[in-house]
């Protein structure tokens, strides 16, 4: 099954206000293609949509695979991906093929109109003899799916968040321009985990995450957008004090301080469109030369949101307060102290992991539980009753008597199997307790009765 290829896309389109630049984000002119292109696959592209592209320059779109009359057709997505990997490859081999065929001398009288647009496309932005061999080679062909509907929801719910990580990064000295970074990391999904191991919005490695936040088995605050937020403000502080420049800094969000800084050494420059083009540094690959350009990219759709989403309405988060624990607390406990349920206390406290919120865990101590603004009040004073009373009875609690062994006790609850042909009544008197008593203990129904091998708890006589 062939899908749609669209003709060969020579420039992208062109916001009506593009960002000016600045001192804090210069915007070089030789990274333009670059971010043309992350506007257009944020913005325009869909997820049914494969653009076949150069890996150098961005600007040299071959062609565009569209796979939407296939979804609208009502594919599954397992048959999505499928026919979507298929007639990608079979796009790509075609495509290199057909500049390997250009290398070779064929005539452009010899070529189609679509095929003619490549010829054109790479002749006049590479002037080298061997531009149509470089250009086949499997390190310059790539493909990139367009991400528009998960970029949209993620801005969307970004929007309430802005306001607040704006004020963070104010308060650590960080231009706000910069807190746009998670859409591109992530496409601002909180729950986010990549397969080596980043978590949350901005996507923080384990390690470097324990640097500026909690990280264990119980709390992981890369999860909590607002932690993560102060983590990152942070994280890019000092990426910026040791690289001198906010492009760098952004980098090395990406590739490492680390990384960056060798490649300011051995180019001798700081400037990050000459970086971007000439550093062949290991691991400095597509992402860490794109990523400066995603940013702007992403600044882009924000400014003219309206232009590619329509309407996106800034719903105020709600109005919380942190409650610093003392000591631990049952998960449960603390939504029922609050009067709130608990899919709501874990909706406001993401950083809290399965294990606590399941029960199996309590909240550990020290950390700063959100809660509803109108109930923070009640709860430290029904908190406080809570923690008295818990004190009150660990001191009065007597030292567990120690009682005579009966049948079936074996030091601990008095139980007993059931024989073959015994009914309730006849168990009930061998223990000197009542039938009622018997079922009560066990939870058994009135018309239920005991089977052979099963064990039920004795109550206590009286």
């Not at 992981?220 to 910026?240: G, Q």
Request: hydrophobic residues 40%; contains cysteine.
């Amino acid at each position: 099954m062939r899908m749609r290829v669209l003709g060969v896309v020579l420039s992208l389109t062109i916001p009506s206000a593009a960002i000016a630049a600045s001192a804090h984000l210069p915007r070089p002119e030789s990274m333009e293609h670059q971010i043309r292109f992350w506007r257009s696959i944020f913005a325009e592209y869909s997820r049914y949509q494969v653009v076949v592209h150069d890996t150098i320059d961005l600007g040299r779109i071959y062609s565009v695979i569209d796979f939407s009359d296939l979804a609208a057709r009502g594919a599954s997505p397992i048959e999505l991906d499928r026919v979507l990997k298929e007639e990608t490859e079979l796009e790509v081999a075609r495509i290199r093929a057909l500049l390997r065929r250009m290398h070779e001398g064929v005539s452009p009288a010899a070529l189609d109109p679509a095929e003619r647009k490549i010829f054109d496309l790479v002749t006049t932005r590479d002037p080298r003899p061997d531009r149509f061999l470089i250009a086949a080679d499997e390190t310059r062909l790539r493909t990139q799916r367009g991400i528009r509907e998960r970029f949209e929801e993620g801005y969307r719910r970004a929007r309430r968040y802005f306001p607040e990580m704006e004020r963070i990064f104010r308060e650590e000295g960080v231009p706000v321009e910069l807190t746009r970074l998670p859409l591109i990391e992530s496409c601002f999904n909180i729950h986010a985990y990549s397969k080596v191991g980043a978590a949350g919005a901005w996507q923080f490695m384990p390690e470097t995450g324990r640097l500026f936040m909690q990280v264990n088995d119980l709390v992981d605050e890369r999860r909590d957008p607002i932690t993560s937020t102060r983590a990152a403000a942070r994280f890019l502080a000092d990426n910026y004090r040791r690289l001198g420049t906010w492009p760098l800094a952004v980098t090395a969000y990406n590739h490492g301080p680390g990384g960056m800084a060798r490649a300011v050494r051995e180019l001798g420059t700081r400037d990050i469109a000459t970086i971007v083009h000439y550093y062949q540094g290991p691991a400095f690959g597509f992402a860490s030369r794109n990523f400066y350009a995603e940013l702007l990219a992403a600044l882009d759709v924000d400014r003219d949101h309206e232009k590619y989403f329509g309407p996106v309405p800034d719903g105020p988060l709600p109005a919380v307060a942190a409650h610093v624990l003392s000591e631990p607390v049952d998960f449960a406990v603390a939504a029922r102290l609050a009067g709130v349920d608990r899919s709501t206390l874990a909706e406001l406290n993401p950083a809290l992991l399965q294990p606590v919120v399941s029960g199996r865990s309590a909240i550990p101590r020290g950390y700063r539980l959100r809660l509803p603004e109108r109930v923070a009040a009640v709860f430290d004073d029904r908190l406080a009753e809570y923690v008295a009373e818990r004190r009150v009875t660990r001191v009065a609690a007597p030292a567990p008597a120690t009682r005579p062994s009966r049948p079936g006790r074996l030091g601990g609850p008095v139980v007993h199997r059931v024989k073959r042909g015994q009914t309730l009544t006849g168990i009930a008197q061998q223990h000197g307790v009542s039938v009622n008593a018997l079922r009560i203990a066990n939870r058994l129904g009135p018309r239920e009765t005991p089977k052979a091998g099963q064990v039920l708890r004795i109550p206590r006589p009286g």
